[in-house]
């Protein structure tokens, strides 16, 4: 399957209304790279072209013009069963990643694996100064080393995270939200020394109480920690 073929298909795969309604969640994408494929038909034709033997031959064609490419790539990649091989298509790709939603979509499950193996890409991305790079190392942290890997440096790492960038600072309070709700006594001492900026501290107030995951009477109290 060629990367012609491929982008053929995804216009043969276009829902209009769909991609009207996207646009609206992805400012600053020039409209005439958004094709308009709903994200469970982009997963379903992923697998169709790994299954197709061409994964690598796309993931090897950088950069893409259309937001879907980016979206096909985020998903083929993060089906890439070789550590090694996943760390560098990432690193080649995190360039050309310019929106939240692709970003995030770039979840490789090889990572969760080898997670010590990670950490040093992690603090790489994390200190680029480039702004999808760091939200990827965020939610790297926050996807694996939230749980039983949980150490108080990765969340002092995150804290020290000083960008303008909203999508940096709302992956930041994304990250602390979910903080909240796994590792408390940690993540509330940030709240409660204010060692967050002023929009990241009450966003991450906001999220944690809009989350099933964190008890009403937490929520109570966190209300109370608002700047």
């Known amino acids: 399957?060629?990367?012609?073929?491929?982008?053929?298909?995804?216009?043969?795969?276009?829902?209009?209304?769909?991609?009207e309604f996207h646009l609206k969640l992805i400012p600053g994408i020039e409209t005439d790279k958004?094709?308009?494929?709903?994200?469970?038909?982009?997963?379903?034709?992923?697998?169709?072209?790994?299954?197709?033997?061409?994964?690598?031959?796309?993931?090897?064609?950088?950069?893409h013009y259309y937001y879907e490419e980016n979206q096909l790539h985020s998903f083929i990649l993060s089906e890439e069963k070789d550590f090694d091989n996943c760390i560098k298509y990432v690193d080649k790709f995190l360039p050309y990643i310019n929106n939240w939603?692709?970003?995030?979509?770039?979840?490789?499950?090889?990572?969760?694996?080898?997670?010590?193996?990670?950490?040093p890409h992690i603090n790489l991305w994390i200190e680029?100064?480039?702004?999808?790079?760091?939200?990827?190392?965020?939610?790297?942290?926050?996807?694996h080393f939230l749980d039983v890997l949980f150490e108080e440096r990765?969340?002092?790492?995150?804290?020290?995270?000083?960008?303008?960038?909203?999508?940096?600072?709302?992956?930041?309070?994304?990250?602390?939200?979910?903080?909240?709700?796994?590792?408390?006594?940690?993540?509330?001492?940030?709240?409660?020394?204010?060692?967050?900026?002023s929009w990241t501290h009450n966003k991450t107030i906001q999220k944690a109480i809009e989350s099933f995951r964190v008890p009403d009477e937490r929520k109570e109290y966190l209300r109370t920690l608002k700047v």
């Open 1 to 19: 399957m060629t990367n012609e073929q491929i982008v053929k298909h995804l216009f043969s795969l276009q829902d209009k209304k769909f991609r």
């Open 34 to 63: 958004v094709i308009g494929v709903r994200t469970p038909v982009l997963r379903k034709f992923a697998k169709e072209i790994i299954k197709a033997g061409s994964g690598e031959e796309f993931l090897s064609s950088l950069p």
């Open 101 to 119: 939603a692709t970003c995030d979509q770039l979840l490789p499950k090889v990572f969760k694996k080898q997670p010590q193996k990670l950490l």
């Open 128 to 143: 680029s100064g480039e702004t999808y790079k760091i939200r990827f190392a965020i939610g790297m942290l926050m996807q």
């Open 154 to 197: 990765f969340a002092q790492k995150v804290a020290s995270v000083h960008s303008e960038e909203y999508y940096v600072k709302m992956m930041q309070a994304w990250y602390f939200a979910t903080a909240l709700a796994k590792q408390y006594e940690s993540a509330v001492k940030y709240l409660e020394e204010k060692k967050l900026e």
